[in-house]
């Protein structure tokens, strides 16, 4: 079991639940649009938030971004020791930084100390692309074995300076090299890991390789929490990893939501009612199972299956319940009275 570091009102590691996050993909300067993006992650299930901190007035966005949101923030920092520094002065829950690349030791002791007044942890980000020139010649190119090797660097700096609240991530651009430096470590540290395929793709390629590298280190039992990165819409990282975590076994109380592959017979949108629901309900904490279907082959007896389901007829949809048919819906308040029921169910 790795050690347990506090973010904000969470816990990643120490065996609590594995956290969902994402990052943000609005400027962070445009306070208003970042709100928006973290809300609506949010209501996806989004647990845990970062945000880009390339300047001083990102940083100071934070201060107001953190007033519009329940959920804790991470800054990214790179380069400058000062915007680390300013993010956590800002509000920030947690930093990303390697601290082999802000600077001197006296710089990093700025930022340590800063991070230690807070209580602020720190996770430090090892990506395949990013290895320092010494270290690849040392190892043959950006092996696994490199990556390791970046961290423990990063690591060795943070602890000579008495700093303990570390998350650790190592992060390839293929599904096995992930793997095995992410075994590597979990052999040799007991800090929490972040995981993740970096710069995995568009939405379907990148779900893919996500999936199947996460799903095998979860498996293993490494990994406290997870970030699926995609050429994409936000939300559409919180719902692969929700799926990652499901598949995983590892978070059961996640609400289900599953729906047929539509064809030529559907009578209704199982698409964008499917996406639409998604969104509302993501962040509902229950064990619950959502059936969409399209039409009325198969679709009375998926949703009988489920908790809640609709089967689509042609004006609408019959709405099932705990297995019975409890009513019909039309077209247009099959999402409002989906979402209510869902709710009702949960107690909410």
């Keep these: 079991m790795t050690r347990a570091v506090s973010v904000g009102k969470i816990i990643i590691g120490g065996g609590n639940p594995i956290v969902i996050q994402s990052m943000t993909k609005t400027d962070t300067k445009d306070i208003p649009a970042t709100i928006s993006q973290i809300n609506e992650l949010e209501k996806a299930g989004c647990e845990l938030v970062r945000v ?6 990102s940083a100071k966005a934070i201060k107001d971004i953190k007033r519009n949101i329940s959920i804790p923030l991470v800054a ?24 082999g690349n802000i600077g001197s030791a006296e710089k990093v ?6 991070a230690k007044e807070r209580n602020i942890p720190i996770r430090v980000g090892v990506n395949s692309g990013s290895i320092r020139r010494d270290i690849l010649e040392r190892f043959g190119g950006s092996v696994a074995q490199a990556m390791v090797e970046s961290a423990r660097e990063e690591i060795r700096i943070l602890e000579d300076m008495g700093f303990f609240d570390i998350v650790v ?4 651009t293929d599904v096995k090299r992930t793997i095995e430096a ?12 972040h995981l993740g395929i970096t710069a995995s793709g568009l939405p379907i390629v990148g779900a893919i390789h996500s999936a199947i590298g996460i799903y095998a280190l979860l498996n293993e ?11 994409g819409e936000p939300v559409l990282e919180i719902i692969t990893a929700k799926e ?10 996640l609400i289900r939501i599953i729906s047929c592959p539509t064809c030529g017979r559907r009578a209704i949108d199982v698409i964008r009612i499917t996406e639409e629901i ?12 959502v059936a969409i279907m399209g039409c009325e082959v198969n679709g009375p007896g998926e949703a009988k299956e489920a908790d809640i389901g609709i089967a689509g007829t042609r004006n609408g949809a019959v709405l099932f319940s705990k297995g019975k048919a409890i009513g019909f819906v039309k077209d247009k308040e099959i999402l409002e009275i989906l979402e209510r029921e869902i709710r009702n169910l949960m107690g909410l």
């Design 169 to 172: 991530s190592l992060k390839a």
């Design 278 to 289: 998604t969104k509302r309900v993501g962040n509902i904490k229950g064990k619950l199972t």
């Design 182 to 193: 992410n075994r590597i470590f979990a052999q040799e540290f007991d800090y929490p890991v």
């Design 52 to 57: 880009a901190v390339p300047d001083i007035e």
């Design 221 to 231: 039992g490494i990994g406290d929490t997870i970030r699926v990165s995609l050429t």
């Design 244 to 253: 990652i975590l499901r598949a995983a076994g590892k978070r059961d109380e």
């Design 109 to 114: 002791k700025e930022v340590v100390k800063a």
């Design 76 to 99: 990214d920092i790179h380069f400058d020791y000062k915007l680390a520094i300013a993010a956590i002065e800002y509000g920030a829950d947690k930093i990303r930084i390697n601290p």
